[in-house]
């Protein structure tokens, strides 16, 4: 059994959730998302909870389902109450990033600059060298975030790059000349 799948989400105050055939609808203060759930996954609101349950005897594939339903619709709720936020850090001299209006322009070593277009639900700001993207969507604020990152990734010799916040990169021991390897 899953023990993820078996707890219940709670409702917040503010938030109202609808089920209408396979779709779930999630309206809260900073928005409203939506998720189509698989027909095999029962989801039922009952006083201010959001209960998850399979049929009895299911097969592994609907098993496994079961818990990653429940993070999803546990995701749904929390990204319309608080939202999400992923910070990336630009590392290198020189590098640097800014935003224009909803462009962001990274000058990331290249004999150009790259744009990156963020979409209207993302919010991206600047500080310093910390890239900051929030929204109340999680996978969108992953998925974005991650585009941005793979535009320069970090390299493992000197760490420069765009990498997350709180992500440690492995360096590597530069090449060593024939006659300094004493």
């Not at 309206?27 to 409203?32: R, S």
């Not at 150009?112 to 604020?141: C, F, L, M, W």
């Amino acid at each position: 059994m899953s023990r993820i799948g078996k707890q219940p989400i709670i409702i917040p105050e503010k938030v109202e959730v609808k089920i209408e055939g396979n779709n779930i609808f999630v309206k809260g203060p900073k928005g409203e998302l939506t998720m189509e759930k698989v027909t095999a996954v029962n989801v039922e609101v009952k006083d201010k909870e959001i209960l998850v349950t399979i049929p009895e005897g299911s097969k592994k594939e609907i098993r496994s389902l079961w818990g990653t339903t429940r993070s999803i619709i546990d995701s749904l709720v929390t990204g319309v109450v608080e939202g999400f936020k992923k910070q990336l850090e630009i590392n290198g001299v020189g590098f640097k990033a800014e935003m224009k209006g909803k462009v962001l322009v990274l000058n990331v070593g290249f004999s150009h600059q790259v744009e990156y277009n963020i979409p209207e639900d993302i919010t991206a700001s600047v500080e310093k060298n910390i890239i900051t993207i929030e929204g109340i969507d999680k996978q969108r604020v992953g998925q974005i975030t991650a585009e941005i990152r793979s535009i320069k990734k970090p390299e493992p010799y000197k760490g420069k790059g765009i990498k997350y916040i709180d992500e440690v990169i492995r360096r590597k021991a530069g090449k060593v000349a024939k006659g300094a390897e004493k």
